[in-house]
């Protein structure tokens, strides 16, 4: 099973709620990230996560909360977002680990959650 | 620090033609792995390939090629015989050997598009 999947596909939600994007793969993979793009831009990096715990925080704002409860599962809670917020967010997973001679492990990236920000 | 360009923001071809999406690079270091992701409309990357900077054999995969010349820090993608189902937004990334893991710098991106 190559796929990274994400749930759900489009959200649209108001400044004052809070939801959840979520994002799985059965790939066997301990390092997995989110992204968020803008349109007719590339994906911005936001968060890692490397064996479960937080490595590298792109200095997103606390209004974006990223979790991660198992190897498989990586979650993204959202509370009090601004409309600038609005964009394609996307989940990706790789192997971890140094740079080996064949070189860095390829990211598999899911289809995205396109959220609007009302 | 590491830069991609990607001078063409938008193709326009007609299927069959053969187009070349342009990738130039910039970075201090002498190992760096460079890669091309495809972008179709559903949202999803996909990746293409992967290429470190010891290896500059050109690479074919069947209607698609790749020229990596460090002499001119380029990394250009060849679709031959374009077909429609090319349509996407075609990233190129850079990843640095001094990273831990993988940490992609992307180009702007080209958008093409195939005309039946």
């Known amino acids: 099973d190559t796929e990274v999947t994400q749930t759900p596909k489009h959200l649209v939600m108001g400044m004052t709620n809070k939801k959840s994007l979520k994002c799985e793969q059965h790939?066997?993979?301990?390092?997995m990230y989110w992204y968020k793009q803008k349109a007719k831009k590339p994906p911005e990096l936001m968060f890692v996560?490397?064996?479960?715990?937080?490595?590298i925080n792109e200095s997103v704002p606390s209004r974006f909360s990223p979790e991660c409860p198992n190897s498989s599962l990586l979650n993204l809670h959202l509370h009090a977002l601004q409309p600038e917020d609005s964009a394609l967010y996307l989940c990706?997973?790789?192997?971890?680990?140094?740079?080996?001679?064949?070189?860095?492990?390829?990211?598999?990236f899911g289809p995205g959650t396109r959220l609007t920000v009302l | 620090a590491q830069k991609v360009t990607q001078a063409q923001t938008e193709i326009s071809v007609v299927e069959k033609e053969d187009v070349t999406l342009d990738c130039v690079y910039e970075?201090?270091?002498?190992?760096?792995?460079l890669f091309w992701y495809k972008q179709p409309p559903s949202g999803e990357l996909v990746f293409l390939i992967r290429?470190?900077?010891?290896?500059?054999q050109n690479e074919i995969s069947g209607r698609y090629s790749w020229n990596f010349q460090k002499s001119t820090s380029s990394f250009n993608f060849t679709i031959t015989a374009s077909q429609v189902v090319d349509s996407a937004v075609y990233f190129c990334?850079?990843?640095?050997?001094?990273?831990?893991?993988?940490?992609?710098?992307f180009g702007e991106g080209t958008q093409l598009t195939v005309n039946p």
């Open positions: 990706a997973s790789s192997q971890v680990g140094e740079i080996s001679a064949g070189g860095p492990p390829v990211q598999f």
């Open positions: 290429r470190n900077s010891f290896d500059e």
């Open positions: 970075t201090r270091d002498t190992t760096y792995y």
């Open positions: 996560y490397s064996y479960e715990k937080l490595s």
């Open positions: 990334a850079l990843n640095l050997e001094e990273t831990s893991g993988s940490r992609l710098t």
């Open positions: 790939m066997g993979h301990r390092a």
